[in-house]
Nanobody
Framework: QVHLVESGGGLVHPGDSLRLSCAAS????????MGWFRQGSGKQFEFVAT????????DYADSVKGRFTISRDNAKNTVDLQMNSLKLEDTAVYYC????????????????WGHGTQVTVSS
C-alpha cells in the first residue's frame, strides 16, 4: 500500500498558476491509478482529474478542462496537478488519492488518500 503526501498549495491571484505535487511512498506505485479531488468550504467533494497507472489516459472535470493538467512520474513516485488560469472558484483543499488498477471519477472508489493541501485564489 502507498502513503500519499500533497504539497504545493498556497495563496494566488486569479489568473495565476500553481503546481501541486503528490509524493507516494511504499511499493508498487505504478500499479495505482491516481486522482485529484477537492473540497471547498461548505461544498461537496468534487472530482478534479484522474490518470491511469501508466499515465496513458487522463480525464478531467469539465470545470477544469483546458486549465489543469495531471501527470505522473512512476520512476519518482509522484503525481502532479498543473493548474493554470486559476479562478476564485478553484479555492479548495486539494487531495490526491490512489486506487488499484483503473481510474475512477468517484471519490468512494479510492481507498488511499493524502491529507490535502490548501489552494486559495483571492483577488
Amino acid at each position: 500500500q502507498v502513503h500519499l503526501v500533497e504539497s504545493g498549495g498556497g495563496l494566488v491571484h486569479p489568473g495565476d498558476s500553481l503546481r501541486l505535487s503528490c509524493a507516494a511512498s511504499g511499493r508498487a506505485f505504478s500499479a495505482y491509478a491516481m486522482g485529484w479531488f477537492r473540497q471547498g468550504s461548505g461544498k461537496q467533494f468534487e472530482f478534479v482529474a484522474t490518470i491511469s497507472w501508466d499515465g496513458g489516459e487522463a480525464d478531467y472535470a469539465d470545470s477544469v478542462k483546458g486549465r489543469f493538467t495531471i501527470s505522473r512520474d512512476n520512476a519518482k513516485n509522484t503525481v502532479d496537478l498543473q493548474m493554470n488560469s486559476l479562478k476564485l472558484e478553484d479555492t479548495a483543499v486539494y487531495y490526491c488519492a490512489a486506487r488499484a488498477l483503473e481510474s475512477s471519477y468517484y471519490f468512494h472508489d479510492y481507498p488511499i488518500w493524502g491529507h490535502g493541501t490548501q489552494v486559495t485564489v483571492s483577488s
